[in-house]
């Protein structure tokens, strides 16, 4: 590896670590209420925000873009509060449908743009090896502030404020590393630590920054595509965490 493959791979990996200091709380949070789909949902309504905003000519405004991408996000929060209270007992096939007509939508708006094709693969993977200082910066400040909320307010913020702040951190996520990365960053390192009672929180990250780590050295070594790389280094870092543990579980 050269020294321009590192020059890549650093603000990659900042991103990641900025990704994990948010989503790995929450995904515990998702994990314990039993809504796994949320977080795809979520996700994949912010995307369809963003090609509504590229679709409406705003490309080159990276600030309405978010804007609108946020609006589109909260919204879902929204119809996610919805179900939470008012459909408790098809709450997963609410929210799994919810996902699916986000996902179709997208595809449906996208159908008549000869550039459909790659929009799509960089809402589902990303584009992480190309993340700018100025993407770092913002996901840094936006982190910052969510957790000092979560912090602050915890389960006080009601089901609808849960819902609005984690529309946010996905919101800035997805438009980062996909769809895909989104979801194996919020489940993975909680779903790997879920039968920890000590040091989850730590081992959790350490699951996410191992994935982040090995995934990125991977798709260049290896010339993979980066967002995949990183899903299934996650995954395996999980698998092997709770192997591990299992182990010593049954030796002792």
Request: hydrophobic share 60%.
């Amino acid at each position: 590896m050269n020294t321009t493959d590192l020059s890549i791979l650093i603000p990659a990996f900042i991103a990641g670590i900025l990704i994990l200091l948010t989503h790995v709380p929450l995904g515990m949070k998702v994990l314990a209420r039993g809504i796994i789909f949320a977080d795809l949902a979520v996700a994949q309504i912010a995307g369809l925000g963003v090609v509504i905003a590229g679709l409406a000519g705003y490309a080159e405004q990276p600030l309405l873009v978010q804007l609108i991408a946020v609006a589109s996000a909260l919204l879902g929060a929204a119809m996610l509060s919805y179900i939470e209270h008012f459909l408790p007992e098809v709450r997963e096939a609410s929210i799994g449908l919810l996902f699916v007509l986000a996902a179709s939508g997208g595809i449906l708006l996208m159908s008549h743009d000869t550039h459909a094709g790659e929009h799509l693969k960089d809402l589902l993977v990303g584009q992480i090896l190309w993340v700018n200082n100025t993407q770092l910066i913002a996901t840094a400040l936006l982190s910052v502030a969510i957790l000092a909320i979560w912090r602050w307010l915890g389960d006080k913020l009601g089901t609808f404020g849960f819902y609005a702040l984690f529309a946010l951190a996905v919101t800035a996520s997805v438009q980062l590393v996909g769809v895909y990365l989104v979801f194996a960053s919020l489940i993975t390192p909680a779903l790997a630590t879920h039968k920890l009672m000590r040091n989850r929180m730590l081992a959790a990250y350490a699951v996410g920054v191992t994935g982040y780590a090995a995934g990125l050295l991977l798709s260049v070594w290896l010339d993979l595509p980066t967002g995949a790389a990183i899903v299934w280094a996650m995954a395996l870092a999980g698998a092997t965490l709770m192997l591990i543990k299992s182990g010593k579980m049954a030796g002792s």
